[in-house]
């Protein structure tokens, strides 16, 4: 079962409804009242807690974004699937930044996705497959280096033998033709964002 991590973004668009969650800082100002078991950060966005809610306090100045500190704790509590909120919203080196956890998340060993009411995002190696819904876009973008993506399945555009690179534009807006998608990852790694039809 996933527990969700929620971020300090401006607006959340959906409703956080997984019965653990951890908060990043101003992140909890989203889910005040529901099963916060943990709010991790500098406090800079955030003023106060209930006392029955454990905070572990970073300073200000830190290497390391309170969302990335809260992925450090859900590894080290043995979370191994993450719905993160809050992700898509904002500033926009944030939002780069937190397409950068879904690969952190995955280094720690936790399968994480970014949530918002519309989109879904995905980081892929080996085997992929999900449930996008039938007339969802799909796009597939490599991260971190080139990635070669094949044997695409419930896509309209076929992602065959097909060498992507971060500075390529190819992969974007493919559309689902079934319920469920899936292709393989041979070489490096891709972002998935499916848009719900």
């Given amino acids: 079962m996933p527990i969700a991590l929620v971020l300090n973004a401006p ?16 992140g909890y100002r989203h889910v005040e009242g529901k099963n916060v078991i943990a709010v ?30 809260a992925i450090e704790y859900a590894a080290a509590e043995g979370v191994t ?19 950068n956890l879904l690969a952190f998340a995955f280094g720690k060993g936790i399968r994480a996705k970014l949530v918002t009411r519309d989109y879904t995002v995905y980081y892929a190696t080996g085997t992929f497959r ?11 973008f490599a991260h971190g280096g ?5 044997r695409s399945e419930g896509l309209y555009y076929p992602l065959e ?14 559309v689902a033709t079934a319920d469920e998608i899936a292709f393989e990852v041979k070489r490096g790694a891709v972002l998935v964002f499916v848009r719900r039809a």
Avoid: F, Q
Wanted: hydrophobic share 35%; no cysteine; charged share 30%.
């Fill in 11 to 26: 607006e959340l668009d959906t409703e956080v409804k997984e019965d653990a969650i951890i908060a990043a800082d101003g």
């Fill in 40 to 69: 991790i950060g500098d406090l800079d966005t955030l003023k106060r807690i209930p006392e029955n809610v454990k905070l572990i306090r970073y300073p200000v100045e830190k290497n390391a974004t309170d969302g990335e500190l």
């Fill in 81 to 99: 699937e993450l719905n993160i909120y809050g992700g898509l919203g904002g500033k926009p080196e944030h939002v780069a930044g937190n397409l």
């Fill in 130 to 140: 999900v449930r996008a819904g039938e007339g969802a876009v799909v796009s597939v």
């Fill in 146 to 150: 080139e990635a070669l993506v094949d």
């Fill in 161 to 174: 033998d097909l060498t992507l690179t971060p500075s390529s534009s190819r992969g974007i807006s493919n």
